[in-house]
């Protein structure tokens, strides 16, 4: 039977990588939108910006 000290070490071990995978995750999802959100204004500025055409 393990000991109750192992079996919170197990648990801290545990918690940290959970806590690890979700700031991972977290950070990730952040630089995602981040360049979504560049592509997104480098695509509209051309677009936003009168042609030469009509003068």
Do not use: G, H
């Not at 995602?32 to 677009?47: G, S």
């Amino acid at each position: 039977m393990l000991s109750r000290e192992l079996i919170a070490i197990l648990a801290l071990l545990f918690c940290f990588v959970t806590y690890v995978m979700a700031v991972t995750r977290a950070v990730r999802r952040a630089t995602r939108i981040i360049e979504w959100k560049t592509e997104t204004e480098e695509d509209a500025e051309p677009a936003a910006q009168p042609s030469n055409a009509a003068q």
